[in-house]
């Protein structure tokens, strides 16, 4: 591509994804009577939401952002959150289940399991029946897992926002199929064929804001199930013995910060992060806890309705 | 420098493995993944523990684990659905589309198809060239793929034997030859032990070829689509404020420039590119895969859907066209049956005219057929609510392909690859009469519609309308009725009582009941007409509110033991086949504008709920 000019900086392998992605952004926008993107604060969410303000401009996105509080999120990625919404001058929704805060569902005191099950995946139905919003946005990809490498780029959900994986709609050319009926609505997934690394290279290629848990730094953390746990707030109850310590650590992936493992890095910059990557062995799911709870249990979150 | 930062920098290919059960796509695959150094350490750890669970491999670990993503794929060790996965090398990055290799998916791999500018099918080297080895060529033919590697698997168990391999390679040579493709490319490979994958086989000296990567990596496999004529289907009208217009889609073929001139496709308008806006600025200019915003100098009605081309390139724009259709749904497709039409960005009703042909996908050969089933491929002449700009899908898949959508379900029904338009299409023109059905009505005072009574055989449908017809007629309504009788003794005699043939003769009653609207008159039409599809039909062809839809709701032991006609005995007896309600559905009318349910009621008592009906929306009678 010989002609860009604010993207000269994109390789012709990002400007393609990059085009592909406005493209499915802005069919929703023209398809559907109420969309809405789940903005999670990660690094993927901010991609997804670098290309909506793409997609539109001159103009704004036309829908809101939608954020499933656990009420277990760092600190660091609310204030992020909320810093985000306010610079790109969107309306930020915040939804958080009250019947679990009413069972005092948690990730401690509950278990990875059913804090997911209530507060996430629950949480997340209850928003989009609320608002009544018949398209979501989220910003999984392929190669994050078995099951997503499956799904389709507007992936269908029944009534219940049940997902039927054998019964996939057929997803031919870019000939997406938008219809659907009162009660049923779809996912999108405008990054469901980008890669890691290339959300990395986007975000360094875009100077796109990243919450600064993914840059290393001494941080207080103790050690569970072979991995660094940071001790957020008081919250975290501490095993006899057990002592916070300060470490050099970040994050790969970010959720409630008692179920995301910190590695131990001196990944500072993104340009180190990206050379950390480069001889990185592990996937970047391995530091969520709840993707181990059972074999195939990521399909079976998201046939209940899971992001 | 390792893998991964090489990523980007260098072009895309898009391929997908198909071939039969068995072969071993998913092990390649897998193979592929393993040997790029694409698998994490802790994606192995679970690797080993599925393949204790459920792998085939002993106590090897069973790479196909790494792509069977489902949970019954896993256990039953087949790939159900497509599959994409992601690799990487220092000269390409590749994106796989893993495809089922049974013929029931045939859908899933004409998906995958759809995607990727090259196909790698696998033969088993016990086996050679199989029933769907030729399947899956010609759908990859079919979809456009024009570049084929040919990798004869499990050579290992042949004992590296040159014999088989150019055997195998000579049969497939023979039989692809009428496909089209521009190369095919054979190698020997054990995707299990990794011979002739990423690594060179020492076990095959006779070799001399390239690996399979190697020629992923080296292949040519470019189109020039911004070279091709200028294509701009128009996704969104963004109009953030009064002062800015602009037509935001992706470029699918060719180049443009301020300046230029172009043309709405369908209207024939013309204007000039005044601006090309993306976030980063405005462009100088813009190609084939961007996605950009374009401005006109002039104001001109442009809208989703239409298409922005250049005036010496305008596609033909016609609403009928003849294109090869692969049909995708449980419920098959019958010609007269109303779907729903993607093509580009437009949306339209649209049905089959006649299947000209079926192909038989295991022999090449053409049939005759009335219906087209699941994964089978047809040649097909189509009719479109409207008028679209068309080429032929090898020259532009953006106004070359579509996809057809099951009006009640909303499935993906069909995937249609256009050929090209039709003459009669663009020869015909609607003659316009001055005087004309509101004229025709208010010269006799009438309301002219359609009232449509459905139901099992013995329901009472035409009791009922006798009934209705009655009061009409004495109110001095012009009515006329419509029925079995006076409809499959003369213009439909030469129809049964097959799907298909049901799907014709409600296609008839509903244009006649079509013409006497016009003529200003009440039609009473009392039709089994047990598909939802074709009363839905029937209610398109007419204007709004002419449609009264009336469910002559009678359960069916009560049908049965009425049987005024003696004809449920006889299909109970099996003396009549396609009986509805007895070995032939009845679609019971979701939300009808009259539901009459006739059990207890006499018919005076069930036709009064219409006439009422009929006061209510203002019909003295």
């Known amino acids: 591509m010989s002609s860009h000019t604010g993207t000269a900086t994109l390789t012709p392998h990002l400007a393609r994804l990059e ?45 809101p952002l939608l954020h499933v509080d656990t009420t277990w999120k760092f600190r660091e990625m609310i204030a992020f959150r909320d810093m985000m919404a306010e610079k790109v001058g969107m309306e930020l929704l915040v939804h958080t289940n009250p019947d679990g805060i009413a069972r005092g569902i948690g990730p401690i005191a509950s278990g990875s399991a059913l804090h997911t099950q209530v507060m996430k995946t629950e949480g997340l139905k209850q928003a ?128 409630c910060y008692p179920l995301s493992g910190a590695v131990e890095s001196t990944a500072a910059t993104l340009p180190e992060i990206i050379a950390e990557m480069r001889v990185a062995r592990t996937s970047e799911r391995q530091g969520r806890l709840i993707d181990t709870d059972e074999e195939a249990s990521m399909e079976k979150k998201k046939r209940e309705g899971y992001f | 420098m390792t893998l991964h930062r090489k990523l980007g920098q260098h072009e895309l290919l898009r391929f997908l493995t198909c071939g039969s059960v068995d072969d071993g796509k998913s092990t390649l695959i897998g193979r592929l993944l393993y040997d790029s150094q694409l698998i994490f350490e802790d994606t192995l750890v679970s690797l080993a523990k599925d393949s204790r669970k459920h792998g085939t491999t002993g106590d090897e670990i069973d790479l196909a684990l790494l792509v069977d993503g489902l949970e019954a794929e896993r ?104 496909l089209g493709f521009r190369s095919v490319v054979p190698v020997p490979i054990s995707a299990r032990f990794g011979d002739n994958v990423t690594q060179r086989s020492g076990n095959m000296p006779w070799y001399h070829g390239p690996t399979l990567l190697e020629h992923l990596e080296t292949v040519d496999v470019t189109q020039d689509l911004a070279g091709k004529p200028f ?22 073929a060719g180049r443009i420039a301020p300046g230029d001139q172009v043309v709405v496709a ?70 007269g049956r109303g779907y729903l039409m993607r093509i580009g960005n437009i949306w339209t009703p649209c049905s089959v005219t006649s299947i000209r042909h079926r192909v038989d996908v295991n022999t090449l050969e053409e049939h005759a057929a009335r219906r087209l089933a699941l994964n089978e491929i047809g040649f097909c002449n189509f009719s479109a609510g409207q008028a679209i700009p068309l080429d032929p899908y090898e020259e532009s898949r953006a106004t070359g392909a579509f996809i057809l959508v099951d009006r009640f379900t909303n499935r993906t029904a069909g995937a249609g690859m256009v050929a090209y338009p039709l003459r009669r299409a663009s020869n015909i023109h609607h003659e316009h009469f001055s005087v004309d059905k509101t004229a025709r009505a208010a010269l006799v005072g009438n309301t002219p519609m359609v009232l449509w009574f459905t139901g099992l055989s013995g329901s009472g449908k035409s009791t009922i309308a006798n009934i ?29 009582f097959t799907a298909e043939d049901r799907v014709e003769n409600i296609r008839r009653v509903g244009e006649v009941a079509k013409l006497f609207v016009d003529a200003g008159m009440i039609v009473l039409c009392s039709f089994i007409s047990p598909f939802q599809a074709e009363r839905r039909m029937v209610r398109d062809l007419l204007g709004p509110g002419e449609f009264v839809e009336i469910f002559v709701d009678t359960p069916i032991e009560a049908c049965i033991q009425r049987d005024p006609k003696g004809l449920y005995a006889r299909a109970q007896a099996g003396q009549i086949k396609n009986f509805t309600g007895i070995d032939s559905p009845y679609e019971a009318p979701e939300h009808p504008e009259l539901h009459i349910r006739t059990a207890g009621r006499s018919p005076e008592e069930c036709s009064a709920e219409v006439l009422d009906r009929l006061r209510a929306a203002g019909i003295a009678c």
């Open chain 2, 75 to 178: 256990q039953q060790g087949i790939t159900i659905d497509v599959a994409y996965r992601f690799f990487a090398t220092p000269r390409r990055s590749f994106i796989v589309a893993d495809t089922p290799g049974h013929e029931q998916y045939t859908r899933n791999m004409a998906t995958g198809a759809s995607g990727a500018s090259l196909a790698v099918i696998l033969i088993d080297a016990r086996k050679g060239v199989l029933t769907q080895t030729r399947r899956h060529s010609y759908i990859c033919s079919l979809l456009g793929i024009r570049d084929i590697v040919v990798a004869v698997n499990k050579i290992d168990l042949v004992n590296f034997s040159e014999d088989t391999f150019d055997r195998i390679v000579g049969d497939y040579v023979t039989f692809a030859s009428e």
């Open chain 1, 19 to 63: 085009a592909e992605s406005i493209a499915i952004i802005r069919e929703v926008a023209a398809s559907f009577r109420k969309p809405v993107m789940l903005y999670s604060i990660g690094k993927d969410s901010g991609v997804m939401l670098h290309l909506a303000l793409k997609a539109f401009a001159p103009g704004k996105p036309p829908f």
């Open chain 2, 468 to 496: 209705v017809e009655q009061a009409l007629h004495r109110a001095g309504r012009p009515t006329y009725s419509l029925d079995g009788d006076n409809i499959r003794h003369g213009l439909c005699r030469d129809l049964g």
């Open chain 2, 231 to 252: 294509r701009f289907p128009v996704q969104w009208v963004n109009r953030p404020n009064l002062d800015f217009r602009g037509f935001a889609g992706t470029i699918a």
């Open chain 2, 266 to 335: 369908a209207s024939g308008k013309t204007s000039r590119i005044a601006r090309i806006v993306t976030a980063d600025g405005d462009l100088p200019s813009a190609e084939a895969g961007q996605a950009v915003t374009l401005t006109l100098e002039d104001e001109v009605d442009v809208a989703r859907g239409d298409i922005l081309v250049r005036p010496a390139e305008r596609p033909p724009v016609a609403d009928q066209f003849a294109a090869h259709l692969l049909w995708m749904d449980e419920e098959a497709m019958l010609p």
């Open chain 1, 128 to 255: 989009l029946d609320k608002w009544g919003f018949d398209a979501a946005f989220g910003g999984a990809r392929r190669d994050e897992e078995k099951s997503r490498a499956k799904e389709r780029i507007f992936s269908f959900r029944g009534p219940g926002h049940s997902w039927d994986p054998r019964g996939q709609r057929p997803e031919l050319w870019n000939l997406f199929n938008t219809r659907i009926r009162e009660g049923e609505s779809i996912r999108v997934f405008p990054l469901s064929n980008w890669t890691e690394y290339d959300v990395w290279d986007y975000v360094l290629a875009e100077d796109i804001p990243v919450v600064p848990l993914y840059f290393a730094k001494e941080r207080p953390v103790v050690k569970r199930s072979g991995t660094w746990i940071m001790v957020d707030d008081e919250r975290l109850p501490l095993e006899p013995g057990e002592r916070p310590q300060m470490r050099m650590v970040r994050f790969r992936t970010l959720g």
